[in-house]
């Protein structure tokens, strides 16, 4: 009995999902490693080519494509990652010295540029709730703007200061935003003292 129930949600879940009534996503199956070689890709990347219209001829990708179903791979993408994957083809040149599969190329980029969810978004919202709290309430768009950009850039190490390298570009980036926010405090102390006031910004 259980098992037919999960059964039945499942395919209940199925028939209601975007996976049975869209085709566009059903035809995104053409970007599995294992789907480059086999008979329909063909097709599935012309379907991918008209929704969303793309500013290249639909013959295109087609031709591309079926010459692509019997190039051989220079190396299977040791990280798992489907553009790594597919980047090695955009990469290939043809004897004239261009883009071997330009159309192809510009097929699939669109459709892994796709957002794949809302999860990202969802988590961007929570992270700001969670920063912009009831005693930060004055707290500025650009000011928190500020605070997750270096929340993310920390989450790539761990959230380790002493893991991020302290190269040259970071330090000048550093130096340029202490200025700015030197000068931005500034203004705001001379916008408080009222108009009229003149003065210059204290030493950094």
């Given at each position: 009995?259980?098992?037919?129930?999960?059964?039945?949600?499942?395919?209940?879940?199925?028939?209601?999902?975007?996976l049975?009534?869209s085709?566009?996503?059903?035809?995104c199956?053409?970007?599995?490693?294992?789907?480059?070689?086999?008979?329909?890709?063909?097709?599935?990347?012309?379907?991918?080519?008209?929704?969303?219209?793309?500013?290249?001829?639909?013959?295109?990708?087609?031709?591309?494509s079926?010459l692509?179903?019997?190039?051989?791979?220079?190396?299977?993408?040791?990280d798992?990652?489907?553009?790594?994957y597919?980047?090695?083809?955009?990469?290939?040149?043809?004897?004239?010295?261009?883009?071997?599969?330009p159309?192809?190329?510009?097929?699939?980029?669109?459709?892994?540029?796709?957002?794949?969810?809302?999860?990202?978004?969802?988590?961007?919202?929570?992270?700001s709730?969670?920063?912009?709290?009831?005693?930060?309430a004055?707290?500025?768009?650009?000011t928190?703007?500020?605070y997750?950009?270096?929340?993310?850039?920390?989450?790539?190490?761990?959230?380790?200061?002493?893991?991020?390298?302290?190269?040259?570009?970071?330090?000048a980036?550093?130096?340029?935003?202490?200025?700015q926010a030197h000068?931005?405090?500034?203004?705001?102390?001379?916008?408080?003292r009222?108009?009229?006031?003149?003065?210059?910004?204290?030493?950094?």
């Amino acid at each position: 009995m259980v098992q037919d129930h999960y059964l039945n949600a499942c395919s209940h879940i199925l028939k209601k999902s975007a996976l049975a009534t869209s085709p566009f996503i059903k035809h995104c199956r053409c970007l599995h490693p294992k789907e480059r070689t086999s008979t329909r890709s063909c097709n599935d990347i012309l379907v991918l080519a008209r929704d969303p219209p793309m500013d290249i001829a639909i013959d295109c990708p087609l031709d591309e494509s079926r010459l692509l179903q019997v190039e051989k791979e220079k190396d299977s993408s040791k990280d798992g990652r489907i553009d790594s994957y597919w980047s090695q083809f955009f990469d290939m040149k043809s004897l004239s010295g261009n883009d071997k599969y330009p159309n192809v190329a510009t097929v699939v980029k669109a459709v892994l540029s796709l957002s794949h969810g809302q999860f990202d978004v969802e988590r961007g919202f929570s992270s700001s709730a969670r920063t912009l709290t009831d005693d930060r309430a004055a707290m500025s768009e650009k000011t928190l703007d500020s605070y997750m950009m270096v929340k993310s850039a920390m989450q790539m190490y761990g959230n380790a200061p002493h893991l991020v390298p302290m190269t040259k570009d970071l330090l000048a980036s550093a130096r340029s935003s202490y200025s700015q926010a030197h000068l931005y405090a500034w203004a705001c102390w001379a916008r408080a003292r009222g108009p009229g006031f003149q003065g210059a910004p204290g030493p950094d």
